[in-house]
């Protein structure tokens, strides 16, 4: 475990894999929990699957997990959008079990990172913008040019709703990423103050059980933001997909 409140984010350099340009590309404690959240997930749906007609408890969670995030893409886009939908899928499980995963002490979370964030967020709002330009071709870009507006108002319009728009990638990398930091950072600050306090024995220790108590609710507060941040990402990508369906909006 760390010792310190960020040393919990160092990216550990386990195995080297090959050069590119000078630059060496590694296997990283990252990539390990990157990888094992995948697993994880395979695994969790593999238990779901029992394909029975009375379904039992894992059964019944994994149809819940699916249509809980069909009907997300349904109600905010519409039926049109259900070839987004494992897509969708697949960026909401993969943020939960790694947001759920990096609870773990002796785990990293991966979230915490902006370049894994920022990979996510980019690659989402390219897969808005193919897709948009593919369905609608270049009449796709009138959501920068909102209809019925007075000609001098677009000089101003425009330019808001492409810095609008460019900004989208930076909030949802930003979101993840600052949620995840600030939630391990305090968990990890008041379990070392709480530890110090013990240490120091006596009356001091007693001192311990304010911090304790604040890293336990700490604790039940990250698990939330671990499933909230997922459901937030998820869901603004299902608003930005809302632009490829819905240009003259």
Known sequence: MA???????????QVDLFEIAGQTVSWTNSAFWMVASVVAIIAFFILTMRGKL????????GELSYEFIADMVRDTVGPEAMRFMPFIFALFFFILFANLIGMNPYAFTTTSHLAVTATMAIFTILVVVV???WKNGFKWF????PAGLPVPMYAIIVPIEIISFIARPVTLAVRLFANMVAGHVMLKLF??????????GGVTALGAILPIAGTMAIVALEFLVAALQAFVFA???CVYLNDVYHVDH
């Open 191 to 200: 379990a070392i103050f709480a530890a110090y306090l013990v240490a120091k």
């Open 54 to 61: 009375i379904p039992g408890r894992m059964q019944s969670l």
């Open 131 to 133: 897709a948009g330009v």
């Open 3 to 13: 010792s310190g409140p960020m040393e919990q984010f160092e990216i550990d350099r």
């Open 235 to 237: 869901i603004l990508t």
């Open 142 to 145: 009138k959501i920068f040019a």
